[in-house]
């Protein structure tokens, strides 16, 4: 049975950790570090879509860069399909990119302006040596069909298009070397609410086609639970839970999980949904508090918050979550 699970997972993240240098003096000596990803395990199986979401600044599309290679340094494992990344020297990496692709959250700035279409969506079989000629011109026709753009598109440059075309054809051009994992860096945030839905459907009808896995980044809650097969909340750069998303939003465990979801608005005017108002600000991440790193927000705080980092514990169905209230006695909050 284990062996089962194993042959399903794609990609599994090892206590990942991403720092950033903070310079400073005449010199330009570190002075210290921005703990942008502190230690982070997560799994994606084949098929599936894992969310991830929390607050800005959290840490959530550095992930998306480190698992992909975009950022470099990083410490810890990124196994994909048993190889760890993060070992991997250029070229490995390079072969690699065939299985891995992204879709940026910015259609426009991911674009190149002075390509067209079809050199845009053509590159990545250019590059890797795939075809070229006649067999590329009909290769990124058929693309550019899969994801609702034209032949008439073909000659025209990313200013032309609106913004959720030019979506697409970020779209179209991570689907070129039909990779096994997409990474998508909240796609739908840029656009309009009705574009938005058209490029979430295109995207599942992609993934039921295709076969694809994806790393679902987003802050919007409604958008990661339509989109989502599990969800992972990220928090200061650490994992503070995970599940499948009708467990999550039926009864989410962590006190930050807990006022993200009372967030959510509710579409009937008649019902006033309880809000759980955090109080204080996110800490820096260049000097995170000791202890449980919500702690400094968190309206049911105990001694050992302050003290102890929580480890993320399986409660059951695969259900993690990382808080010390799992198990404790209210009495002892302060």
Known sequence: ???????QLLLEVRDMRKYFEIRGGLLQRTVNYVR?????NISIKKGETLGLVGESGCGKTTTGRV????VEGATGEVLFRGRNLLELNKKEIRSLRRDMQMVFQDPYSSLNPRMTVRDIIGEPLLVHGICRGQELRDRVLKLMKMVGLEEEHLSRYAHEFSGGQRQRIGIARALALEPALIVLDEPTSSLDVSVQSQILNLLTDLQSELGLTYLFISHDLSVIKHMSTRIAVMYLGKI?????????????LHPYTQALFSAVPVPNPH???PRIMLHGEVPSPSSPPSGCPFHTRCPHIMEVCKEREPELIDVGNEHLVACHLVGSPLPNRL
């Not at 698992?67 to 975009?70: G, K, T, V």
């Not at 839970?241 to 467990?247: H, T, V």
């Open 1 to 7: 049975m284990a062996v089962r699970v194993q042959e």
């Open 36 to 40: 942008a990803v502190d230690g982070i």
């Open 67 to 70: 698992i992909l290679h975009l």
């Open 240 to 252: 503070v839970e995970i599940a499948s998303k009708e467990d999550l939003f039926k009864e989410p």
């Open 271 to 273: 019902y006033k949904k």
